[in-house]
């Protein structure tokens, strides 16, 4: 039975408002989880799930084939206290659909799971499709797409969903945060101290400020370094023992981020502890079929900075969906609707031509 791409967007856009009205915090996504279920279940797709991931396979799925996955998540991070609008209350003005996860990613989202359902009964695909809606992706938490993983058959390609105005992210970049210390002499303010550790810092600061790494990527520009919490003392007359860092490094797919944590570990003149080497940079060959698809459409490549569950995937991937990014966190979050339909259109029209290729 094949369902109008009309009647989708529709059910796709009344979905997106039914997750908007449910709050689903990174961890606390089971009644998302839930709609999210009876939604496909009602296109007649059989469901399955882990923990708040919902997953599903395509009706003909052949495990003689290759794998794409569809990917986005169902969390949210929590409102700013700029909203002047309700988070939870879902309405349109003016073409824009206001709520909080409506653009990261709800649109990327709902647009994903319209598509699935559009190829979910097609024979002779040249790809096996998974769709997966999961959770914990704000916090890069442990029950999110890398729990899931493990369980799925392996995954050849994958389309992350997450807003890049339907243009394709062909790479992006990894993170490691590093707990830095810089430390002195404690002392009395009032007496003489030639190792207080928050001048220690000056140069310190310096080092990062001036820090670079040599190789710079074709599609995702120079590792990006900088420095974004500083911590020292709790008492006016007492000079702290040390000084504590954050320090926030965007890495290009030319390091891996075990190399970029040994040169910093080597090289720095402090203390550097990385939180975790996980999330790494991620990329798909320009020259990848599912690319090409997009591009003959008229849609353009780039590098993005952000992290997404793309740092999860072994795999090639893309990142692509309706929205912008520079909305995501944003007081007042919205998508346009007509971004959710092209979204829709868009998204069919590529995996359309990667898919029935000869």
Known sequence: MKIEQELLTQKAIELLQQLIAIPSFSGEEDKTGDVIQIWLTDFGVETQRQFNNVYAFNKYFDESKPTLLLNSHHDTVKPNAAYTKDPFNPHIEDGKLYGLGSNDAGGCLVSLLATFVHFYEQKNLSHNIIMAATAEEENAGEKSLRALIPILPKIDVAVVGEPTLMDLAIAEKGLVVFDATVEGTPSHAAHPNDNNSIYNTIEVLNWFKNCSFEKISD????????????????????????VDLVIDV??????????????????????????????????????????KSGLILGRKTYGSPTLSDQAALSCQSVKLGPGHS???????????????????DLYIKILSGFLTQK
């Open 250 to 291: 965007r890495v290009n797919d030319c390091y891996s981020n075990k190399e970029i944590a040994d040169f910093l570990q080597k090289e720095a003149p402090c203390k550097m502890t990385p939180r975790s080497l996980r999330l790494n940079s991620s990329a798909i060959d320009a020259n990848h079929d599912l690319v």
């Open 326 to 344: 520079p909305r995501s966190h944003s007081a007042n979050e919205f998508i346009f609707v007509a971004e959710i339909k092209e979204g829709i």
């Open 219 to 242: 599609t995702l520009g120079e590792v990006k370094l900088t420095v974004t919490q500083i911590n020292a003392g709790n008492q006016h007359n007492v000079v702290p023992a040390k």
